[in-house]
């Protein structure tokens, strides 16, 4: 069995819900758990990880996260995935699991899409709070997301905290390389 989580919501999608052509047309295919303990005992080393922000841009219903947090509670994750089903069954696992965290569905190798987000437990550990123990969500617009703030910024203030982000990489390429809107092949480019 998984180490302290359970993915039930994401083991009855897989298996009742979605077809095996369903999931090979759309690339849509679930880590198995225990890959998702093997990799996040590897991202773990040696010394413990703690608030620190964990992103995971193809979150499918949340696995790699919750094996993550199993071992190094006490962070920020941050899921995002292109299928609204995956997100919402992500959401589902941060309030069972108890995990602070945002999950945000649009299309993550398109900077600046948005389709919708979910601030999750982001008031559990907070005192002042009439939410602090209570397992809670609400959905927030593209301006109220920290995950969009890291993709179209340099710099991001959070909580008093301005943190420096660095471009992501596609924003840099579409600069130095200009790419026509035409299909090409790989007889059509000049070396």
Same mark, same amino acid.
């Given at each position: 069995?998984?180490?302290?989580?359970?993915?039930?919501?994401?083991?009855?999608?897989?298996?009742?819900?979605?077809?095996?052509?369903?999931?090979?047309?759309?690339?849509?295919?679930?880590?198995?758990?225990?890959?998702?303990?093997?990799?996040?005992?590897?991202?773990?080393?040696?010394?413990? *990880?703690?608030?620190?922000?964990?992103?995971?841009?193809?979150?499918?219903?949340?696995?790699?996260? %919750?094996?993550?947090?199993?071992?190094?509670?006490?962070?920020?994750?941050?899921?995002?995935?292109?299928? !609204?089903?995956?997100? %919402?069954?992500?959401?589902?696992?941060?309030?069972?699991?108890? *995990?602070?965290?945002?999950?945000?569905?649009?299309?993550?190798?398109?900077?600046? +899409?948005?389709?919708?987000?979910?601030?999750?437990?982001?008031?559990?550990?907070?005192?002042?709070?009439?939410?602090?123990?209570?397992?809670?969500?609400?959905?927030?617009?593209?301006?109220? +997301?920290?995950?969009?703030?890291?993709?179209?910024?340099? !710099?991001?203030? %959070? +909580?008093?905290?301005?943190?420096?982000? !660095? !471009?992501?990489?596609?924003?840099? *390429?579409?600069?130095?390389?200009?790419?026509?809107?035409?299909?090409?092949?790989?007889?059509?480019?000049?070396?």
């Amino acid at each position: 069995m998984y180490q302290n989580w359970w993915d039930a919501l994401g083991e009855i999608y897989e298996n009742c819900v979605v077809s095996k052509s369903k999931a090979t047309s759309t690339g849509q295919f679930f880590t198995p758990p225990t890959v998702c303990d093997m990799m996040a005992q590897v991202i773990n080393g040696t010394e413990p *990880i703690f608030n620190k922000d964990i992103s995971d841009p193809t979150c499918g219903s949340g696995r790699n996260l %919750l094996a993550f947090n199993a071992i190094n509670p006490g962070n920020n994750l941050y899921a995002e995935d292109i299928d !609204k089903t995956s997100c %919402l069954m992500t959401v589902a696992n941060f309030l069972v699991h108890g *995990i602070k965290g945002e999950v945000v569905w649009h299309d993550s190798l398109a900077a600046t +899409s948005w389709f919708g987000g979910w601030k999750v437990n982001e008031f559990f550990h907070n005192p002042f709070s009439e939410l602090c123990n209570f397992p809670h969500m609400r959905p927030i617009e593209q301006c109220d +997301s920290y995950i969009m703030a890291m993709r179209t910024a340099d !710099k991001v203030t %959070l +909580s008093g905290e301005e943190k420096e982000i !660095k !471009k992501p990489i596609s924003e840099t *390429i579409n600069k130095v390389v200009q790419v026509p809107n035409v299909q090409l092949s790989f007889w059509d480019l000049d070396y």
